[in-house]
């Protein structure tokens, strides 16, 4: 049962352009860069969003001028963006608008260089983006003010990892806080960009329907997985982090608050945060005993197979990391303690090297209170909501529905199916096309505040101690597989399963 209606154009195929800019990305040679700022960027200016009045100026220590920058951008497109968004005229008209200086970001004498492409119009807006290890983000916010670059309304742009841990996570706040005010920090949750993330706020908020269901009454528990089929152990990144900080505390915890929170009273951007923040607060603590009970962390193996071979996480790492316990799979049951969801387990679950890459939030509604289908064949099963983020996103709903024919009642479930792809012919936008956008709006919506990622490390860090202090390691799980037996097992106690896409 697929709706289809390709009549009504989307909202985003309407472009409203944004200010001139000048953007300044340190750590412009690195790999976020290439991958997503400047492929984002790229779209963008395609669609006329902005055009060469902006500039966009790449820092780092690696001896580049503009040309080589320049080259690196068109390597950039060519390598991520879709073909049929590549035309020459565009990318040459796009890269023009590139600069480069050279700076070694502890060295005074190199910042003066940046006068030289900053521009000192107040209409033009000026944002720093910090694509560098957190501990240079101190001395660079510090160099921008000494060498007046700062500017009370100038932007400032950070991403993870901010912090191992709260006290780490808060260093890393405080010197940034030293020079710019929270309302000019951006702090980048990429999930937050996705469009089907989005969606979540229109699919609660901009229908009556599941909002007077939407609570403890009608849900029977919640389900929120984000599995990768990729591995991890080649990042050096990853081995010092983990699944748990790496997807639990920030991505994971984020859809949980938009699928949990009460509803804002507007779309400002405190009003949406105060109520994830609320969301985040009532986390009931893990910690301790209930570590044991409550969560469940795993590292895959390989499989070796008559056709493919895939590595453990063991092998990937280099010598000095052999032996490591750093987990590449949790699972755990979070509970929210308020009048919303009180009793309604919320599982999550996330991995690598998992059966297949899929993103998605299960809402298990309650059965009927009461069957009049005796005779039937086939009991009601209660309704299931399934938002798919990625892929194949889309929303879908398991109903109850009468086997269509002669000869009696059958009830039967069939998925009624709203897809995206087959709906809207448009393109979906990349999540940092959103996000590098609402920088220059001054659109902080979509970017974490600062007591939200600390109230978010406050709830990780028992558990994180609790698995430090703990003997075993994490459990072992086969690569292609959906995590250790202890994931199924901390669901299957509950009476419950994790739902398994038959539709
Ligand atoms: C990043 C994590 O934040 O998100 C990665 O560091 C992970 O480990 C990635 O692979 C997943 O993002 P996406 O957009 O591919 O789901």
């Known amino acids: 049962m697929n709706y289809i209606d390709r009549r009504h154009p989307s909202v985003s195929s309407r472009i409203i352009p944004v200010q001139p800019f000048d953007y300044v990305v340190f750590g ?16 963008r200016f395609k669609d006329g969003q902005f055009d060469d009045q902006s500039r966009i100026i790449g820092v780092s220590r690696t001896k580049w001028d503009d040309a080589e920058f320049q080259k690196v951008a068109r390597g950039a497109i060519t390598e991520f963006v879709e073909p049929e968004y590549q035309d020459n005229k565009t990318i040459g008209r796009f890269v023009s608008i590139f600069s480069y200086v050279a700076n070694d970001v502890s060295d005074e004498k190199n910042w003066n260089d940046l006068k030289n492409n900053l521009r000192t119009d107040p209409k033009i807006v000026r944002a720093f983006y910090l694509a560098v290890a957190p501990d240079l ?30 006290g780490s996570s808060m260093e890393i706040n405080d010197a940034v806080a030293r020079i710019f005010r929270e309302d000019q920090v ?7 960009g996705k469009e089907t993330v989005q969606n979540l706020l229109a699919l609660r908020f901009a229908n009556i329907l ?33 699944a748990l900080r790496d997807m ?17 009273a507007s779309d400002d951007a405190d009003a949406l945060r105060d109520e994830k923040l609320k969301v985040l607060r009532s986390l009931k603590p893990i910690g301790g005993a209930d570590v044991a009970r409550t969560t469940v962390r795993g590292q895959y193996r390989g499989v070796t197979s008559e056709t493919a071979s895939v590595k453990s996480y063991q092998d990937e790492l280099p010598d000095d990391k052999k032996g490591s316990r750093t987990e590449t799979f949790v699972a755990l049951k979070a509970e929210i303690e308020n009048w919303r969801w009180s009793g309604v387990p919320f599982y999550l679950r996330t991995g690598k090297r998992m059966a297949t890459r899929v993103s998605e939030i299960v809402i298990q509604f309650r059965n009927i209170p009461h069957s009049i289908f005796d005779h039937a064949e086939g009991a009601p099963k209660p309704n299931r909501l399934i938002i798919r983020l990625q892929p194949d996103e889309g929303v879908k709903m398991l109903m109850m529905i009468k086997d269509p024919g002669p000869g009696g009642m059958r009830l039967r479930e069939v998925p009624l199916n709203l897809s995206f792809a087959q709906t809207f012919s448009e393109r979906t936008p990349e999540a940092y096309e959103r996000l590098l956008l609402d920088v220059i709006r ?23 101690q609790a698995w430090d202090a703990a003997p075993d390691a994490p459990q072992p799980y086969s690569a292609g597989t959906w995590g250790p037996t202890g994931a199924i097992a901390l669901i299957e106690r509950d009476g419950r399963t994790w739902h398994e896409d038959g539709h």
Not at 29 to 43: E, F, H, N, Q, V
């Open 28 to 43: 412009a040679t690195g790999d976020l860069t290439r991958r997503k700022l400047i492929p984002a960027l790229y779209y």
């Open 137 to 166: 983000f101190g001395p660079i916010c510090q160099y921008l003010a000494k060498k007046d670059y700062y500017r009370r309304d100038a932007r400032v742009v950070i991403e993870k990892p901010l912090g191992r841990d709260l």
């Open 186 to 192: 951006y702090r980048i949750d990429h999930y937050l």
């Open 210 to 242: 599941f909002e007077p269901i939407w609570n403890s009454a009608h849900i029977d528990h919640i389900q929120l997985t984000v599995a990768e089929s990729v591995g991890a152990g080649t990042r050096g990144y990853y081995d010092e982090s983990g």
């Open 248 to 264: 639990i505390q920030n991505h994971m915890l984020q859809l949980l608050c938009l699928v949990a929170m009460e509803p804002p």
């Open 442 to 464: 001054g659109n902080q919506t979509l970017f974490m505040r600062r007591d939200e990622l600390e109230a978010a490390w406050s709830w990780i860090d028992p558990i994180r």
